[in-house]
């Protein structure tokens, strides 16, 4: 395979929560292969870490502020690279989240989950998460007959995983207006595809997957007991398949799929 299948040159990708940890990475892999780089985020300091990180690394990028809630803030943002950079021709949608309220204890009472707390889950990931921005960035994606939109699932979003029960029926929402909008943009030049990320340590999920003193909590241990690979996956683990599907001649014939990168989580029945 030519390595000009996935030369991204002549892309310009928005990486929307390119501020956090596999959100970065994304972008540093996009940025590897010769894309220009949008990190957009809440976080000044981190959007100028991730941008020196790239451009250290002989890529280019800058970062946009934006939050993706705000559908005025993402317009601003829009305009802003196209001035500088024309049109994005990827957009990657790694913003997302869980609420603490709106996680089962053991043992929970489903019956009394607080609405407030799932809508706010619903429009971090949902919403904010992937509506907004694939209206914002869609439009002009479709005004060119071009362009590739990766989504960031979950794997909560194939198997609904106990207690996160929002995050888990939010990202299952996510995998379907990811086959929604692939079904209706088809036939204009737009593809949109999902990545279901498996387990991988991050600042939100770390108190849960492991003890201070390093070692795996009992949750961590049981995921880590039904992962055939027997192991945690690691941020640059997701680039490969993000350079793929942003390459408009590596994946042409790719859209509407939910692609898991899981070490074989979702294999295991039992």
């Not at 869609?138 to 071009?146: H, K, P, T, V």
């Not at 070692?215 to 993000?242: C, D, K, N, W």
Request: aromatic residues 8%; charged residues 15%; hydrophobic residues 45%.
């Amino acid at each position: 395979m030519k390595r000009e299948l996935f030369n991204l040159s002549e892309e310009t990708a928005a990486v929307i929560g390119g501020t956090g940890v596999l959100g970065g990475a994304i972008a540093q892999a996009l940025a590897d292969f010769g894309a220009r780089v949008v990190v957009i985020g809440r976080n000044q300091e981190r959007g100028a870490e991730r941008v020196q990180a790239i451009e250290a690394a002989g890529g280019t990028a800058i970062f946009q502020p934006a939050d993706s809630l705000d559908i005025g803030s993402l317009r601003q943002a829009h305009a802003a690279i196209h001035d500088q950079w024309g049109p994005a021709s990827v957009l990657v949608n790694a913003a997302g989240g869980n609420h603490p309220d709106a996680t089962l204890a053991p043992g929970g009472n489903f019956c009394e989950l607080p609405l407030d707390a799932w809508r706010q889950v619903f429009d971090l990931n949902l919403v904010g998460g992937i509506l907004l921005p694939c209206q914002v960035f869609g439009q002009s994606m479709l005004d060119a007959e071009r362009g590739s939109i990766i989504n960031i699932a979950s794997m909560s979003a194939i198997t609904p995983l106990s207690r996160v029960v929002a995050y888990s029926a939010a990202k299952a929402a996510v995998v379907n207006l990811t086959q929604f909008l692939a079904r209706e943009w088809a036939q204009r030049g737009v593809r949109v595809n999902a990545i279901s990320p498996g387990f991988f340590p991050a600042e939100q999920n770390r108190a849960l997957l492991y003890e201070e003193d390093g070692s795996y909590s009992v949750r961590g241990g049981q995921i880590i007991g039904h992962t055939p690979m027997a192991r945690f996956g690691e941020a640059h683990e997701l680039s490969g398949v993000a350079v793929w599907l942003a390459a408009q001649h590596a994946s042409s014939f790719v859209t509407g799929q939910n692609i898991a990168i899981d070490g074989g989580f979702s294999s295991v029945t039992i």
